[in-house]
């Protein structure tokens, strides 16, 4: 089982869209590197999904319900089935991310504009709470 954090503009989708349609198919995502993260991810990863925006926070957590396929808009790009989970006992902030040390060298900080990014599980543990 392996841990990720997908940013979404609340705006656009937000965390409340994907608990009210209980399921979703995560597109939109054209970064190669964000890309590669997206088709690694297998049914039962666990993920944390993270505001954008002027929100700039983790929000809540979802769970990888098929495997990665083909974007039917666009083959050249894939899509995952996701399902949503809970909402954060509390918004985690970036503020908060960025002056935790497990952190220092994660994706999350060092490349701001990545849209898929992989997490250990101790970052998926800070993140969730647990």
Do not use: C
Not at 51 to 67: E, F, I, P, Q
Not at 99 to 119: A, Q, W, Y
């Amino acid at each position: 089982m392996a841990d990720f954090l997908l940013k979404t503009e609340p705006g656009a989708y937000s965390f409340e869209d994907l608990t009210r349609a209980k399921t979703a198919v995560w597109d939109g995502v054209a970064n190669p590197v964000a890309l590669k993260h997206l088709a690694a991810m297998k049914p039962k990863d666990r993920l944390v999904i993270y505001h954008t925006g002027s929100v700039k926070a983790a929000v809540g957590l979802a769970t990888v319900v098929g495997d990665p396929r083909p974007d039917s808009k666009d083959p050249k790009l894939t899509v995952v089935e996701i399902e949503a989970g809970k909402p954060l006992p509390r918004p985690v902030t970036l503020e908060e991310i960025k002056k935790n040390e497990l952190f220092g060298d994660s994706p999350l900080v060092r490349i701001g504009r990545l849209s898929v990014v992989p997490l250990t599980a101790a970052q998926y543990r800070f993140l969730a709470g647990k």
